[in-house]
C-alpha cells in the first residue's frame, strides 16, 4: 500500500491546475486482481469483461494490462467498445454482450468481433448470414432465469444441432443473484445451465460473473467473465478484499471558518454543531460523486481522508463542490488534496452512503479529472 495514494500536501509536480481533482489508476494492481480471479477459477478460463470503458477507468489501458498479465478473451457491451480494443489486441477473441444489432452480421465479424447472440431474432439472422457464406464466429446467451438477455432452453435445444454451421464459439448464461450466495435461483441456474452445457458437448461454457467465482467450482465450467473484481470493487460479501485499482482525490479550493449552528451548502440541510472549519473540495456530482453520498442534519454522509484522518462531509454536494468538516485536522490548507475513495476509503462504502453499487461509481466517474496510469507495461 506503500505511496498507492497520491501526495497529499501542495500542489505536486506537474499536476494540472486547469482540473479539480485527479484519478490515479494502478494497472499493477488490475493484473493482480486479474491473477487472483484466474487462481480462483482454477482450471477455467480466466476472461475479462472491459464494457463500460473497462468500468471507467480507460478500456485501452486496462485490456492491454490484462492481455499483458495474460488474459486471452475479452468481453465488451458494445460493438463501439469491440473496436477500439480490435487493433490493440489483434488475436484476442472478443465478445460483444448486448448481442447482434439488427443488419450489422457481416461489418461485426468483418470487424473480428463476435456477437453473443441472446435472442432467437439474432440467431436467426446471423443464420442467415452464414448461410450466406459468412465466416465469422459467435457466442449463444442462454437465459437460465435472468430474464434479460438469451435464448430460452428449449429454443437452445433447436440451436444446438446447428452449433457448427452457426460458427458458436462459446455457451454462456448471466446469474442474477450471484451476490447473495444463500439465494435459491443460483443453484436453479446451475442445474439448468448444466443441461444446456451438455446439450452443447464441445463448446465450451460460461456462467460466473465475479461474485459467482465463490459460489463453489460447479459454477466455474470452462470459463468465467469477471468484472467488478478486477477493477478493486466488492462483487458480494464473500469475496476477498481485492488490490485498489482507482483512487479518486479532489483539491482542496479554500477553508473557511463556520461559526456554530450555521448551515453549509445547499437546502441549509445541515448545520454545524460546534464551531468548525470546512475544507471546499474541487469535485461534485458533475465527476461522479453521486449527490446521495451528501450529508445532513438527519443523516450522516460518506467521508474523505486527508493527512492520515477521516473528514465527514458537511451538507449536500454541489455538481462541482464537496464540503468537509476538517475542525480535528489542523494541518489541512488550501491546495492539499482530500481521497474521495481510493486505499482509505473504500469505494463500496462510498457507493453504500450513495445507496448505490462500486459498477455505477466506477462507470460514472465523468470527464474532468486529470488522469494518471500506473504500473503498465
Ligand atoms: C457485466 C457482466 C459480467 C461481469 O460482471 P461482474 O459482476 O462485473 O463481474 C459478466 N457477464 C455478463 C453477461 C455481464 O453482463
Not at 478460463?45 to 478500456?59: H, M, N, T, W
Not at 490484462?66 to 487493433?87: D, H, I, M
Not at 480535528?328 to 481521497?339: L, T, W
Amino acid at each position: 500500500m506503500e505511496s498507492s495514494n497520491f501526495v497529499t500536501a501542495g500542489r505536486a509536480p506537474g499536476e494540472d491546475w486547469r482540473c479539480g481533482g485527479r484519478l490515479l489508476v494502478d494497472l499493477a494492481a488490475l493484473a493482480d486482481n486479474w491473477r487472483a480471479t484466474a487462481r480462483l477459477a482454477g482450471r477455467a478460463e480466466a476472461s475479462a469483461v472491459v464494457k463500460g470503458d473497462a468500468y471507467g477507468i480507460g478500456i485501452e489501458a486496462a485490456a492491454t494490462a490484462l492481455a499483458a498479465a495474460g488474459c486471452r478473451t475479452f468481453f465488451v457491451a458494445l460493438p463501439s467498445e469491440g473496436l477500439r480494443l480490435r487493433p490493440l489486441l489483434p488475436e484476442a477473441p472478443i465478445y460483444v454482450l448486448n448481442g447482434l444489432p439488427p443488419g450489422a452480421a457481416a461489418d461485426l465479424a468483418e470487424a473480428g468481433l463476435q456477437p453473443v447472440l441472446g435472442s432467437a431474432e439474432e440467431v436467426d439472422e446471423w443464420a442467415t448470414y452464414r448461410a450466406a457464406g459468412g465466416t465469422g464466429a459467435a457466442a449463444l446467451h442462454v437465459d437460465t432465469g435472468m430474464q434479460r438477455l438469451g435464448v430460452t432452453i428449449e429454443e437452445a435445444a433447436a440451436i444446438a444441432p446447428s452449433a457448427k454451421a452457426l460458427g458458436l464459439s462459446l455457451v454462456m448464461s448471466h446469474l442474477a443473484a450471484a451476490d447473495q450466495p444463500d439465494h435459491p435461483l443460483n443453484a436453479a441456474q446451475l442445474a439448468r445451465f448444466r443441461s444446456v452445457a451438455s446439450a452443447f458437448a464441445g463448446l465450451p461454457a460460461s456462467l460466473s460473473n465475479s461474485a459467482g467465482l465463490h459460489l463453489g467450482e460447479d459454477f466455474l465450467f470452462d470459463l468465467v467473465r469477471p468484472g467488478i473484481a478486477l477493477y478493486g470493487a466488492r462483487s458480494t460479501a464473500a469475496a476477498p478484499p481485492l488490490a485498489t485499482v482507482v483512487t479518486a482525490e479532489a483539491r482542496i479550493v479554500q477553508v473557511r471558518d463556520v461559526a456554530a449552528a450555521t448551515a453549509v451548502g445547499y437546502g441549509a440541510s445541515e448545520h454545524v454543531r460546534r464551531a468548525s472549519r470546512i475544507a471546499i473540495l474541487g469535485a461534485g456530482y458533475a465527476d461522479g460523486y453521486h449527490r446521495r453520498a451528501g450529508s445532513a442534519d438527519d443523516r450522516p454522509g460518506a467521508s474523505v481522508h486527508l493527512h492520515g484522518r477521516r473528514a465527514p462531509l458537511v451538507g449536500r454536494i454541489s455538481m462541482d463542490l464537496i464540503a468537509v468538516d476538517v475542525t480535528d485536522i489542523p494541518e489541512v490548507r488550501r491546495g492539499d488534496h482530500a481521497e474521495l475513495f481510493g486505499p482509505h476509503i473504500a469505494i463500496d462504502e462510498v457507493a453504500e452512503r450513495a445507496e448505490t453499487i462500486g459498477y455505477e461509481l466506477l462507470t460514472g466517474l465523468g470527464r474532468r479529472y486529470e488522469r494518471h496510469y500506473r504500473g503498465g507495461a
